[in-house]
Nanobody, 125 residues
């Protein structure tokens, strides 16, 4: 059973940085796609970034491109989301997700099979 546990959320001032981590367990993730999504208050869950576990190809939402970086540590089975130059509109619950296939491009939540519990990111202005 795949388990995903996020950490690293919190309160940060606008312009600041946070790094989210997603510890993945339950199997090897070769052939998987790992994604980060977020759900702002009162809005639907939206795609942020994804990475192909094998090879490391990445995709970003336009709203975060140039500010956020997704990466993975294969040895630690962990996916990261480095968030820089945070804005008030980045405030959301951030979720880690996993799909047992290649998911190319900016995708919908329905493309992913496994989800973490989420971690809150709050940006103060």
């Amino acid at each position: 059973q795949v388990q995903l546990v996020e950490s690293g959320g919190g309160l940060v001032q606008a312009g600041g940085s946070l790094r989210l981590s997603c510890a993945a367990s339950g199997r090897t993730f070769t052939g998987y796609t790992m994604g980060w999504f977020r759900q702002p208050p009162g809005k639907e869950r939206e795609f942020v970034a994804s990475i192909i576990w094998s090879g490391g190809s990445t995709t970003y939402a336009d709203s975060v491109k140039g500010r956020f970086t997704i990466s993975r540590d294969v040895a630690k089975n962990t996916v990261y989301l480095q968030m820089n130059s945070l804005k008030s509109e980045d405030r959301a619950v951030y979720y880690c997700a996993a799909a047992p296939r290649w998911v190319l491009g900016r995708s919908s939540p329905s493309s992913y099979d496994y989800w973490g519990q989420g971690t809150q990111v709050t940006v103060s202005s």
